[in-house]
């Protein structure tokens, strides 16, 4: 038998088994693990991705001639894949950052891939499709539990922040996540209850799951899902309805009108729903979405061509943060902005271009082939519209999320969007001798991506996650007195920790800064070792700043160890070079301030850095104790 079977064949192949497995495993662990979201899950993500790769590289090292050649949209993405690499390697200013950034474009990619080259057979897509409806069944369930019964709820880690009580998230971190993984899978459930060869049975059986996935999107109260999906349903008739452009401009003006119908009435009727609305009509729109939107915009604008590089939006965001603006994006809650952010117009056109012309190919070759098959739901068109249609509705939700950055959403998009096109556009046999030809190149892409995901992706989200954890430690100390015996029980096993990361991974330059913060916190502990912890903070310092200037908080960090160690002049440089980075962070104020109320000469300036911060935060805890220091020392004799 060869290595993978041909497309028409209802018989699988071993190694395209192998390949369902492997990946149905990925998609359950990473869903159900708060979407893949945090580095130790990320790891075990990026180690069952890597081993899919493997095996379908060796799978396709065994194929001989006469199979199905490799399909033409999967190439299509590699030259952004290619661009992005090299985007990390000569441009991103944030290197340990970037790393991960292009870990998960890969990821996504290569899921793309193998779904589209490696599971041709009708059994392995069916299971990977069961696989993603049975996480979404599950993800309704969770989300009942976290609406009916306990809304602080969730799967992994602490309990879930105030903001989302009364909205369900599911397997999730946030509900915005969830209903995003729902919209992938509504339309083709939907498809599947009504299309016309579906028997009794079958229509209830979908019937009901259409009935929990869209209770499951209610559930979340995600505006942007709920309209993404809405435009994603009227477009459709648009491009892919029979008849000219009245009868499908009819026929999406009709969709339009009785979905709003329909949203209307679940507004009116559901109390949360009704209460998010109403939000948006007061705050005539999104509030803190804009502000962050318009720093992608502006970063893109001062680099248009090859962007600031990856991973680098919320660094450098500091530059265009407005004053009184304190969220931490994170990213630009529109993957359309982050990406001309981080690779420009260059890495943006290779992307998104490539994915709308693979789309619109597929919507034009669905014309011609996918009416052939209706004897099992797998080959009809009205399951290949609805994979299109969660598609689209998902392509449109990523203007307003960051869907792409959560592994187990990169994963199932890459899925689904795999199937609609595997669907619609098929591909020639493979010339005779072919095979044979490739087998060498299959070999050294398996050996590539086992040695990279094991000996340099693994220890670098390895070491990440030793340094969220650290991180974490040291910031509940904030709401602890100085001095009091937490300090010396945390920071010495957050300096190990850390310590640890940086053995990982010496490239993790946030990771020394974190060590530098954790020594030079030590000097609340043993004061009289002040200097000494100073020095060690500094050379940590220095191996952040080594790696990536752009941050305001290296240099913060290395300024305080300056300050421990008496040298004034140097550490008030690292504070002025914080501020100039970072102009309308209150943090950096506060610590600028800190640093000039040091010396009787520069109180005045203290005095005016610290009203700043104030401006900027006026309910910052440091800065109001600063404030009652000087104004206890202002009026002592």
């Known amino acids: ?7 028409s064949s209802p018989h699988a192949s071993s190694w395209e088994w192998a390949q369902t497995a492997l990946l149905v495993a990925n998609l359950g662990l990473t869903t159900l693990a708060n979407g893949g979201y945090g580095a130790p899950i990320a790891q075990v993500t990026a ?26 949209a999967g190439w299509m993405l590699l030259p952004f894949l290619a661009v992005a690499l090299a985007n990390v390697w000569w441009i991103t200013p944030v290197p340990w950052l970037g790393w991960r950034d292009w870990l998960g474009w890969a990821q996504m990619i290569a899921v793309f891939w193998v779904v589209l080259n490696g599971l041709r057979s009708r059994g392995p897509r069916r299971v990977v499709f069961f696989a ?24 992994i880690g602490g309990a879930r922040g105030p903001e989302f009580l009364g909205r369900a998230s599911g397997s999730f971190s946030i509900p915005n996540s969830f209903a995003g993984f729902l919209l992938l899978l509504l339309p083709a459930v939907a498809a599947l209850t009504f299309r016309r060869a579906a028997s009794a049975m079958e229509r209830v059986w979908w019937g009901w799951v259409g009935l929990v996935l ?19 349903l009227s477009i459709w008739p648009l491009l892919a309805a029979q008849g000219g452009w009245r009868r499908r401009s009819a026929l999406a003006l009709g969709v339009l009108v009785g979905l709003s119908l329909l949203a209307a009435v679940v507004v009116m009727k559901y109390p949360g729903a009704r209460e998010r609305f109403t939000q948006l009509v007061l705050d005539a729109g999104e509030k803190t979405r804009p502000v962050i939107w318009r720093g992608a915009w502006q970063l893109w604008l001062d680099r248009p061509a090859w962007g600031h590089g990856a991973g680098s939006y919320n660094v450098l965001f500091e530059r265009h943060r407005p004053e009184g603006f304190r969220d931490e994006p994170l990213w630009a809650h529109n993957e359309y902005l982050n990406t001309l952010s981080d690779y420009g117009a260059i890495g943006f056109g290779l992307c998104f271009g490539a994915a709308v012309w693979i789309g619109l190919r597929g919507v034009v070759r669905a014309g011609g082939d996918g009416r052939r098959t209706r004897q099992q739901w797998l080959g009809d068109p009205a399951v290949h519209a609805g994979w299109g249609v969660g598609v689209l509705a998902f392509g449109l939700q990523l203007g307003l999320d960051f869907h792409f950055k959560i592994p187990a959403l990169a994963l199932a998009f890459a899925v689904v969007s795999a199937l609609a096109v595997g669907a619609a556009w098929s591909v020639a046999p493979r010339t005779e001798g072919s095979g044979a030809a490739a087998a060498s190149a299959w070999l050294v892409v398996a050996a590539l991506t086992a040695t990279s995901v094991v000996f340099f992706f693994s220890p670098l989200l390895e070491a990440e996650g030793l340094r969220v954890g650290a991180r974490r430690a040291i910031d509940r100390l904030s709401s602890v007195a100085v001095g009091q015996s937490d300090y010396g029980r945390v920071l010495p096993l957050a300096q190990e920790s850390l310590r640890q990361a940086t053995a990982r991974d010496s490239r993790n330059a946030q990771a020394w800064a974190d060590l530098a913060y954790a020594t030079a916190s030590m000097a609340h502990v043993v004061p009289l070792r002040s200097s000494e912890f100073g020095q060690q903070a500094e ?8 790696t990536s200037v752009v941050c305001s ?14 040298r004034w002049a140097e550490a008030g440089n690292d504070f002025g070079t914080a501020v100039s980075l970072a102009p309308a ?3 950096a104020w506060h610590y600028y301030a800190d640093h000039l109320s040091r010396r ?16 900027l935060d006026p309910g910052n805890q440091a800065g109001l104790a600063l404030r009652q220091r000087l104004a206890i020392t202002k009026i002592a004799p």
Not at 132 to 155: A, E, H
């Open 539 to 546: 050379v940590a310092a220095n191996r952040a700043l080594d």
């Open 585 to 587: 962070d209150a943090l």
């Open 47 to 72: 180690l069952l991705t890597g081993a899919l790769v493997v095996v379908h590289c060796l799978a396709n090292f065994r194929l001989r001639a006469g199979g199905p050649a490799s399909h033409p």
């Open 214 to 232: 869209g209770f499951g999107l209610i559930l979340t109260i995600s505006r942007g899902a709920w309209v993404s999906l809405v435009l994603a």
């Open 600 to 615: 009787p000469a520069t109180r005045e300036s203290a005095e005016a850095a610290l009203d700043f911060c104030l401006r």
């Open 132 to 155: 993603l409806v049975t996480l979404g069944v599950i993800g309704v369930g969770l989300s009942c539990y976290q609406r009916f019964i306990d809304p602080t709820w969730r799967m």
């Open 553 to 566: 908080e290296f240099w913060i960090r290395r300024g305080v160890a300056r300050d421990l160690q008496g």
């Open 1 to 7: 038998m060869s290595a993978t079977a041909s497309p």
